[in-house]
Nanobody, 114 residues
Framework: VQLQASGGGSVQAGGSLRLSCTASGSNLRFDSMGWHRQAPGKKRMFVASNTLRNRPDYALSVKGRFTVSRYSGNGTLHLQMNSLKPEDTGVYYC?????????WGQGTQVTVSS
């Protein structure tokens, strides 16, 4: 299973970015997909996710600013990030769950300057 994340970049505070994650290399139908963020020197933290039943979930720090796309089981998930803050800076990783197995993709860097 390969999860390809894209869409990162550098923006000023208040700006927007849209991240995309696409799965390939497997016929697995994931139960859910999501995003995590890892800032320099910090642990990886949950950002947002969605399930096949369209139940989005968000970290409190991004609720109201980030929107995760509907997940239809096609192995693709997007994350629309608005009103970005410097504390949103980090490497964003895509993940996917199938049963008890969790898969990770490579990260995409997001840098928000003040």
């Amino acid at each position: 299973v390969q999860l390809q994340a894209s869409g990162g970049g550098s923006v000023q505070a208040g700006g927007s970015l849209r991240l995309s994650c696409t799965a390939s290399g497997s016929n697995l139908r994931f139960d859910s997909m999501g995003w995590h963020r890892q800032a320099p020197g910090k642990k990886r933290m949950f950002v947002a996710s969605n399930t096949l039943r369209n139940r989005p979930d968000y970290a409190l720090s991004v609720k109201g600013r980030f929107t995760v796309s509907r997940y239809s089981g096609n192995g693709t998930l997007h994350l629309q990030m608005n009103s970005l803050k410097p504390e949103d800076t980090g490497v964003y990783y895509c993940s996917a769950f199938s049963g008890v197995n969790q898969y990770w993709g490579q990260g995409t860097q997001v840098t928000v300057s003040s």
